[in-house]
């Protein structure tokens, strides 16, 4: 028999906000297996590749083992070049390496001087949401605090800060309602504007197991997803049309006299203005398609998704196709609206679902890494800029810092072109990471920190459920949060930043957002790793939210109503200017794959899940082929993409066209702009007209 020490240990997956439980069998501290746990709550026994095969990461080569220290910082910071010099390494021509007290000594001197000279609003926190809720909380409390800048903001900026937006203005609350499990209990299902099946696999498990059974599902998408195949209704809309279909749906509630009387007699408010507003709206009343040519069939299938809702119990699930568009925020309304109407929320079985992306989004937010919340949500004592202004003020000049934890601005962004001139604007930018990403090659300083397999730490998944994640192996690399508390240390902020452990961590955002973390102590997060706790955790924790009233302030939901705005594809299909025999004038979106994830700087380190997606694919319809042939460049009014391979199917409508971004060098975010939801600025990822360049073979294989 081989000698072989295996340790199991149980633990959550580090991609995607599903955040299903995980057992890492290790060997002699190297991962040698990732399986569900049969028991898991959330994974139900079975994981996605991503969590099964998406490790490999963790023992790369090319993970930022020691601090980086850019040479053009230290030319141009002569005094602390010198002070520091007997403790640089050369790397290569652009680098030098140290240790991690050189480097935050060196960050924190360059930190110092900056504020004095300019002031602490000159500098700025971006951070990701990968990392756990302990260095989500320091991070915040850093620029905060030990800076005195407001400009903290994280990657929710780019995905759901419209779900919070638009929940909180309704309903309270911007977080899931219900558990997953729920969807066995509920009679009918919409998910609009998500690839569930690839972006929230095991979620999407739960959804096809009852479609299958109960032929209870609608998908409204602009193109058809895999998790149509299983639908009632594949409901294809055109681009920009989300708002649109919800209020359609809405007024046929109303107009049918379909909504639950009681409920919103006694748990709702502005009902009157609403329901007057929407019947008086002709753009709400679903004949309004029967003009729109190539989408007429929705003039009967909306009101007939409609029906179904209102009359059983229901569920909705949303992703970014909802939020990423300039009315994002007032279509996350829309929906809360639909639950309102029906009391479709408050009760097992039925409620709103916004499917996050990354692993700890969620608690990124919960812990206040936004410039209008602190933590629990609390205002602030001043609010500060969101990224896309903070990307105007570096072009302004007026910010000169910038601190990166875990997000890649340089790659997932929109408008690379200026972020790169705006990075290109700072006297300094530092970065914490596990890979030299687009951002970090752009840093004066990088500091490479612990994964999540390698800490101890606490993530909040999509339906705000608390994981304790203990380490699958040691690391000697530190923690972000640790990163932070020498930083603050060395900036005369150590009182402030006194901890010695995660938990200590913890035990403060427990006495900051008591609201929602008072009764989450290590050691019952311990206890309760199998099934988890959802927030607001006291003595017990909350499974369904809003069951007898709402978290607003009078306890009530509100209506909100906000018209659709004639534009884009609907306009241009009424006008007769949308099918024209023309290069130009396509209407693309993006998305990703089961394989890939985020900017996959986890991803591509995993040669299984590399070798099922190795570039970023354009998908057009089959009418397309003669014209565009085997590869395409896409251009926008804000730029270029590199050369992409074409597949057809016609799951893509015509004119329409959809793409991946996870790999830098397509530079797919290039061909997008400042456009942004009118409240919370997040980029119009969903939706940009470009013009299609044939380039044929000559790009050579990928
Ligand atoms: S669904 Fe998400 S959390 Fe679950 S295994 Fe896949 S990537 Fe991990």
């Known amino acids: 028999m081989p000698n072989r020490e295996l340790n199991e240990i149980e633990s959550v997956c580090t991609y995607c906000g599903v955040g299903c439980d995980i057992v890492g069998v290790v060997e002699k501290n190297r991962i040698v297996k990732i399986y569900a746990d049969k028991d898991g709550v959330v994974s139900q026994g079975k994981l996605c590749i991503k969590g099964k095969y998406g490790y490999d990461f963790v023992e790369a080569r090319d993970r930022i083992r020691k601090p980086r220290v850019r040479r053009r910082f230290l030319e141009r910071n002569p005094e602390l070049a010198e002070r520091c010099a007997d403790r640089l390494e050369p790397l290569d021509d652009e680098w030098m390496t140290t240790d991690l007290e050189t480097a935050t000594e060196l960050a924190a001197a360059k930190l110092a001087e900056i504020r004095e000279r300019y002031g602490s609003h000159s500098f700025a926190a971006i951070g990701g949401a990968r990392t756990s809720c302990e260095s989500a909380y320091a991070f915040q409390k850093f620029c905060r605090e030990t800076m005195g800048s407001p400009h903290v903001d994280n990657c929710a900026r780019v995905c759901h800060s419209p779900s919070l937006q638009g929940m909180r203005a309704t309903i309270g609350e911007g977080a ?62 055109p681009f920009e049309a989300n708002l649109l279909i919800l209020n359609m749906m809405a007024y046929v509630i109303l107009d049918e006299e379909l909504y639950d009387k009681e409920f919103v007699a006694t748990r709702t408010k502005n009902f009157e203005e609403y329901r007057e507003a929407i019947l008086a709206d002709p753009t709400a009343d679903p004949s309004f398609f029967k003009e729109v040519e190539g989408y007429e069939y929705l003039a009967k299938m909306i009101p007939n998704i409609a029906r179904e809702y209102a009359v059983k119990k229901s569920m909705i699930f949303w992703g970014l196709g909802v939020t990423e568009h300039l009315d994002g925020s007032y279509a996350v309304m829309a929906l809360t609206h639909l639950a309102l109407l029906t009391g479709n929320i408050g009760r097992a079985g039925a409620g709103l679902m916004p499917l996050r992306g990354q692993n700890n989004v969620q608690g990124a937010c919960d812990m206040g890494c936004l410039p209008y919340y602190d933590p629990d949500y609390q205002p602030p004592k001043e609010v500060g800029l969101m990224t896309p202004r903070l990307i105007d003020a570096m072009e302004e000049g007026k910010l000169k810092a910038l601190l990166n934890m875990g997000e890649d601005i340089a790659h997932i962004h929109p408008n690379l072109n200026k972020i790169d001139n705006a990075l290109e604007k700072l006297e300094f930018l530092m970065v914490q990471e596990l890979f030299m990403t687009e951002i970090a090659r752009r840093a004066d300083i990088v500091v490479g920190v612990k994964s999540a397999y390698e800490k101890t730490g606490v993530y909040v998944n999509a339906m705000r459920r608390l994981h304790l994640s203990q380490p699958l192996v040691e690391c000697d690399l530190p923690d972000d949060w640790e990163v932070l508390t020498l930083l603050a240390k060395k900036l005369g902020d150590g009182e402030n930043f006194a901890f010695a452990s995660s938990e200590e961590v913890w035990e403060e955002v427990r006495r900051v957002a008591p609201r929602r973390f008072s009764g989450a102590a290590y050691y019952r997060l311990k206890r309760h790793r199998k099934r988890g706790m959802q ?168």
């Open 176 to 237: 899931a309602t219900n558990p997953y499990n729920d969807i066995y209990e509920t009679e009918f299902m919409i998910v609009i504007g998500s690839n569930t099946l690839e972006a929230h696999p095991i979620i999407a498990n739960r959804i096809v197991d009852m479609a299958r059974t109960h032929n209870n599902l609608a998908v409204i998408d602009v193109r058809r997803t895999k998790l149509a195949k299983q639908a009632k209704y594949d409901c294809v809309i």
């Open 535 to 702: 927030w607001p955790v006291y003595h017990e924790d909350t499974p369904i939210l809003h069951l007898l009233d709402f978290r607003t302030e009078d306890g009530l939901g509100r209506f909100l109503y906000h018209p659709w705005r004639r534009r884009g594809m609907v306009e241009e299909i009424l006008e007769g200017r949308f099918y024209r025999d023309s290069l130009e004038g396509y209407y693309l979106t993006t998305g990703r794959t089961l394989a890939h994830y985020n900017n996959a700087a986890q991803t591509r380190r995993s040669p299984r899940l590399l070798n099922r997606h190795n570039e970023d694919l354009l998908w057009a319809h089959p009418d397309e082929e003669e014209r565009f042939g085997d590869r395409v460049i896409l251009r926008s009014e804000h730029g270029e993409s590199e050369a992409l391979r074409v597949a057809y199917s016609d799951a893509i409508r015509p004119r329409t066209l959809y793409t991946t971004f996870h790999h830098a060098r397509s530079r797919i975010n290039a061909l997008f702009g400042d456009e942004s939801d009118e409240l919370v600025l997040t980029a119009r990822f969903k939706s940009v007209r470009v013009e299609v360049i044939p380039v044929g073979e000559v790009w050579g294989g990928s």
